[in-house]
């Protein structure tokens, strides 16, 4: 997965897709967040539960343990070593879904330059992949050491064609219980693994160079060029 995603829905559509009736404690406001194309290190909104209550912060997507400081903070966490590698071990009790429109990948086709692929869910509803990460919560304050990683997996199917790597989206069922405290961390491993929904649930295609600029963020940036592939039948 390249680093590079949209989340421009407002916090209340991400809620409708989790289908989650806690009462929820919003930090991020109530606007659309019109983000086209965040980069790392960009505040995204996160979705985490502490006891009973859903909570949305603005999360720096990009984390890394304090004794490694040597080299950038990642943005991805293997799936296959997230939950028993010593680099993700302080976080992978701190289960956290981020909800996306959509993600970029950039796909050698032969010519001089990679084109830009969009990838989302054929229904158009938000993509909710798994994270874990450090934030705010009832005994931590925020602080410039927090940060989410997103957990991915190999690709199969038509996506292959597309990149090696995809983020692990859950249905709304699995994604609540993968926030659930409660859930075992043997459980939520196991959910992490299943790789979530099947790749026909997917279309792509491709968009614009001009989203390689991170500084462009107009809506436009999601507008098809060519054919749309994908998604399985109707």
């Known amino acids: 997965m390249c680093g590079r995603l949209s989340q421009y829905r407002g916090i209340h559509d991400f809620v409708a897709a989790l289908n989650m009736p806690n009462a929820l404690v919003n930090s991020t406001g109530d606007q659309p967040f019109e983000r086209y ?7 995204l909104a996160i979705f985490h539960q502490e006891g009973q209550y859903l909570h949305a912060d603005m999360v720096r997507w990009g984390w890394r343990p ?31 879904i981020i909800a996306i429109d959509n993600w970029f990948e950039w796909v050698d086709e032969g010519g001089p330059k990679k084109r830009p692929y969009l990838i989302q869910r054929k229904d158009r509803a938000p993509l909710l992949c798994a994270a874990i990460g450090q934030y705010p919560n009832a005994e931590h304050p925020p602080s410039e050491h927090d940060g989410f990683v997103i957990i991915t997996a190999d690709s199969v199917g ?14 709304p069922e699995l994604a609540r219980e993968w926030l659930d405290p409660a859930t075992p961390k043997e459980r939520a491993e196991l959910i992490a693994l299943q790789n979530g929904e099947p790749p026909d649930a997917l279309e792509w295609f ?28 109707d």
């Open 37 to 43: 194309n965040a980069a790392p290190t960009t505040q």
């Open 66 to 96: 304090h004794w490694a400081k040597d080299r950038a903070a990642p943005i991805n966490a293997r799936v296959e070593k997230v939950a028993h590698g010593p680099f993700f071990c302080a976080i992978w009790p701190h289960r956290a």
């Open 206 to 233: 491709q968009v614009a160079p001009a989203i390689g600029n991170v500084r462009n963020q107009d809506a436009a940036l999601i507008t098809p060029i060519g054919e749309v592939i994908g998604g399985g039948p």
């Open 158 to 171: 038509g996506m292959v064609d597309i990149h090696d790597r995809r983020p692990v989206t859950l249905s």
